[in-house]
């Protein structure tokens, strides 16, 4: 079973920056990590829950069209941590980030919320 925990979420000022952090644990030894693609998704009540950014196991990026330019994913796999970089944060940008491995793990997220 793998475990992902994020962090780093909080109440900010539009304008302002907070980064995110999601350690994996469990049974996700570094190989299975460090080959795996990593996402940071954002969900807000009575929505989809949506990609913001997404790393692959080779470093290359995605993001989603409202952050690029103000958003920066990165990973570093000795410690099987994801970070995401918010800058130039804005109201909606408010919503539970998740952290998710490959195609099946999800974290439990943590709240971001933008005000303005």
């Known amino acids: 079973q793998v475990q992902l925990v994020e962090s780093g979420g909080g109440l900010v000022q539009a304008g302002g920056s907070l980064r995110l952090s999601c350690v994996a644990s469990g049974q996700t030894s570094g190989r299975i990590f460090s080959i795996s693609a990593m996402g940071w998704y954002r969900q807000v009540p009575g929505k989809k829950r949506e990609l913001v950014a997404r790393i692959s196991d080779t470093g290359a990026t995605t993001y989603g069209d409202s952050v690029k330019g103000r958003f920066t994913i990165s990973r570093e796999n000795a410690k099987k941590m994801v970070y995401l970089q918010m800058n130039n944060l804005k109201p909606e940008d408010t919503g539970v980030y998740y952290c998710?491995?490959?195609?099946?793990?999800w974290g439990q997220g943590t709240q971001v919320s933008v005000w303005s």
């Open positions: 998710k491995q490959g195609s099946l793990y």
